[in-house]
């Protein structure tokens, strides 16, 4: 990369891969800039060590806006974006949830994702000698018709596909997306509070919470420095 010093924007800073992202870039001497939707303690460390915060509800549009708003008048030319964005509910049936609920879960974890891109793609660094890099996450059930999590299953396949498509029209971006597998981050909560409404994935993901079987933060933020320190031609779409 043509510059030591990176600037990198984290969006769902407060998420546990998000926030343990922004503390090892922080350590490199990295700008980072972050957001978060409601306040939490690891929102009030990352504020003390210096990250610029903007409080921003991916499923309220306006929000969205004024956010990527605040973010472009900082002129940040940025080269990395990550979208540490998720949520799983609403967890049940398709029959059985409220559709309203789900179609704002795909606001969340599809739509407003990518509209934050496209209000932040004019900003990135063109400087960088790899290219600016955006980075989304995946997550279970691509491969496989995972029952009770259609909302969340949906948006992850069509941010895979969509990766691919961005990858093709904006050349001068490495768009990547990285599954990185059963992490014990807080997101699994919703299965827990959902009980049976999660089917079999509720004693799973209680026994994952409760052992050391799941993929180690360290290997997640091991992969994602990878990815963004290689070029297109291996990790793009």
């Not at 891969?17 to 978060?36: N, S």
């Not at 915060?53 to 929000?63: A, I, P, Q, T, W």
């Not at 964005?85 to 879960?105: H, R, V």
Request: hydrophobic fraction near 40%.
């Amino acid at each position: 990369m043509s510059r030591k010093k990176q600037s990198a924007i984290v969006i769902s800073i407060s998420s546990d891969i998000g926030t343990a992202m922004a503390k090892r870039w922080l350590k490199r001497g990295w700008d980072v800039y972050g957001t978060y939707r409601t306040k939490c303690r690891s929102v009030d460390e990352l504020f003390d060590c210096g990250v610029i915060l903007f409080e921003c509800d991916l499923s309220n549009l306006r929000s969205v806006d004024h956010t990527c708003l605040e973010l472009n008048e900082l002129s940040l030319n940025w080269d990395i974006l990550v979208l540490a964005t998720g949520t799983q509910e609403p967890i049940g049936l398709f029959t059985d949830c409220d559709f309203d609920e789900w179609a704002n879960s795909i606001q969340v974890n599809f739509t407003n994702q990518l509209r934050i891109v496209k209000r932040l793609i004019p900003a990135r660094n063109m400087d960088n000698t790899l290219g600016p890099c955006v980075l989304f996450f995946a997550g279970g059930g691509t491969n496989a018709a995972t029952a009770n999590y259609s909302a969340y299953t949906i948006s992850k396949i069509a941010l895979i596909k969509m990766c691919e498509l961005l990858d093709a029209e904006i050349p001068d971006v490495r768009f990547t997306i990285v599954g990185p597998g059963w992490v014990r981050t807080k997101i699994h909560q919703a299965t827990l509070e959902a009980g049976e409404r999660a089917g079999d994935n509720y004693e799973k993901t209680n026994y994952l919470m409760n052992n050391d079987e799941s993929t180690p933060m360290k290997y997640v933020l091991d992969s994602c420095d990878w990815l963004i320190n290689s070029p297109r031609e291996v990790v793009g779409g």
